[in-house]
């Protein structure tokens, strides 16, 4: 605590020791350097911006290009037939595993 206020006692005998010229100069310098800080900034955000804006430019490009709305095409027609195969393919082995199941009974109610 003693440090701090002998610190602060310091700080404050060298900002009143500063003449009036150094004060308006090191005021004169935060601020443009704020300045310099908010351009930049600011220049920073139009390029982001700028960047998005081409981003999706490329991307409707690309969404609407005639090749890649007929790839989807065929995409989801190959999908939806091989979710038929698979829900028929499903099907079969549950009918076959009854099949097996009731021929398994028949030989048990045989041998029984």
């Known amino acids: 605590m003693r440090t701090a206020v002998v ?24 601020k443009a350097a704020a300045q310099d800080v908010k351009e930049n900034a600011r220049k920073v ?8 804006k081409d981003a999706s430019v490329d991307v409707n490009k690309v969404a609407n290009d005639p090749d890649v709305k007929k790839a989807q095409s065929e995409l989801k027609g190959a999908l939806k037939d091989f979710g038929a195969s698979v829900k028929k393919a499903a099907k079969d082995t549950k009918n076959e595993a009854k099949d097996a199941g009731d021929k398994a009974k028949d030989a048990a109610d045989k041998a029984g």
Request: hydrophobic content about 40%; overall charge negative; charged content about 20%.
């Open 7 to 30: 610190l602060g006692l310091g700080l404050a005998l060298a900002v009143a020791a500063c003449n009036k010229a150094d004060q308006q100069k090191t005021q004169a310098d935060t």
């Open 45 to 52: 955000g139009e390029d982001v911006k700028s960047s998005v």
